[in-house]
Each structure stands twice: as C-alpha cells, then as structure tokens.
C-alpha cells in the first residue's frame, strides 16, 4: 500500500474516479472544504468522477443532499446510489407486488409504482431502507421472526452497517438484514460491497476506474472484487483503528490518504 498526499498524485493513471460519499465527501452534515476542492482540481483537469453510495435514495436525489451540505451544484455530477439500484431491480419481475417497508418516509421514493404496502402476514417481500440512529436487530426482533417464518426474501436499500453522523455513528439498513441473513434469511443486497453495483458504476464513467473509500468492507473489498484499485481515505468510518487494521481485516487497499484531498 502507497501512502499518498494527495489524490493527484494518482489520478491522472486513471479514466475516471469513484467516490462514496459519507466519510468521504462529508461527516453526515456539512461537506469537507478539501473534498470540494478536489472535485475542483478533477474538472479543471478534465478527468471524469462520479459518485458510488449506499444511501437509500434516488440518484437525482443525491444532488440534493451534496447540495444541502454545501457543495457546489457544478460539482454534483452522475451518482449511483443503493436506493437506485433497489428501483431498479423492483422495475423489473420476480419480487410479487405485496410489500412490507421499513425505514424512513424520505427513501419511499426508491419503490416504482404498481406495489402495495399490505401487513407482514401479507407481503410478498419486506424492504429495508433504514432503522433507528440508536437501534440494533433486537430492536426489530419480531420482523425479523415472523419474515424468516414466512420465507419472505428481505431487500437491503442501504448495506453499510454504520455510518458517521457529525460526531457519531449511526446504524444503518445494513445491521438489520445482516441479522436476518444470519438466522438463514433470504438477503437481497442491493449496493457495495456487491459486484453488481460497481460493474453499473464502471459502466456510468467506463475505462479504467479508481474507487476512493472509507470502509474496507464496502468500499474497499467491494471495489477490489470488481477488479477496481482503491484509495482508503483513513479518517472515515475506521478513524482512530491503528496500524494494524488492513491485517486485522485482511483487506489491503492500494492506496491511503489521511482524508480527501488534492
């Protein structure tokens, strides 16, 4: 692994750029004045970027919430997101037209049209898009039960397990259906660290692809498992893990850089 101090260093080896977004381009509440700045030097140097996130969310919406954050509305290119991924997929057949949604009224915008929120007793499917900042899988323990009971495939909108928010970190969508799949569940992961996501994303800039991350599990792992070389940005969701943390995963990134910048 190279240390870097600065994405120049690399970028210009490279078609384009990939980028997650909480850890990397903001903490959850306002976005980093050296990720800006290096979204900046990327267009004045005419090398392509675009965003790869697990957020629950439509791509259009991301625009939004980059904005909302403080980034400039230039910036704000193309974005694949979980959420988009999820729309996708129920776009197409297979899934019935029955479901159970859990998480937040925001992300109800990833279902097409043509489904029905119906009881669990009824539902062909159950869709994760979040639980509680604060909760765990014991918070949802009889969703989880009555789900496996039933043989109900559960969908996961947002695969990380946890992300930063300012000065915290909260749960995410991850958590619950990672439980479930534990139990002998029928998980449907849709976003990092699965292929799937990241064959759509090199398919969105195409060439040679770098992925700039801050999980290993899926940023990092997912990236390098579709063939794609990394850059671990240190002070994200493992901040403060010591050096012995790639062995300790087993998961080696090309590069690191202390945070994003030029």
């Known amino acids: 692994m190279q240390n870097l101090k600065g994405l120049s260093e690399v970028a210009p080896q490279y078609d384009g750029i990939l980028f997650d977004i909480y850890g990397v381009m903001h903490n959850g509440v306002a976005c980093f004045p050296e990720a800006i700045a290096c979204l900046q030097a990327l267009t004045e140097a005419g090398i392509p970027y675009g965003f790869l996130s697990n957020m629950p969310l439509r791509a259009h919406q991301v625009k939004a919430s980059l904005v909302k954050r403080g980034m400039p509305e230039a910036l704000v290119v193309g974005a694949l997101t979980s959420g988009e991924a999820v729309h996708c997929a129920l776009s197409g057949e297979g899934y019935g037209e029955n479901y159970v949604f859990q998480g937040p009224d925001s992300t109800r915008g990833i279902v097409p049209a043509g489904y029905t929120e119906v009881p669990l007793s009824a539902a062909d499917f159950v869709l994760v898009s ?133």
């Open 130 to 262: 979040g639980i509680g900042d604060e909760e765990g899988p014991e918070d949802h323990s009889e969703l989880l039960k009555t789900a496996l009971a039933r043989g109900l495939p559960m969908i996961c909108a947002n695969p990380d397990l946890k992300v930063g928010h300012g000065d915290r970190m909260v749960s995410c969508a991850g958590l619950l259906v990672d439980a479930y799949e534990r139990m002998g569940g029928d998980a449907r992961w849709m976003g990092k660290p699965h292929k799937a996501v990241f064959e759509m994303a090199s398919k969105m800039l195409g060439g040679t692809l770098l992925m700039v991350g801050d999980s290993l599990r899926t940023d990092i792992a997912g990236a390098q498992g579709a063939g794609l070389d990394t850059v671990f940005i240190q002070s994200g969701i493992h901040n403060g893990a010591g050096n012995g943390l790639f062995e300790a995963e087993g998961i080696f990134p090309n590069y690191a850089l202390p945070r994003l910048s030029w």
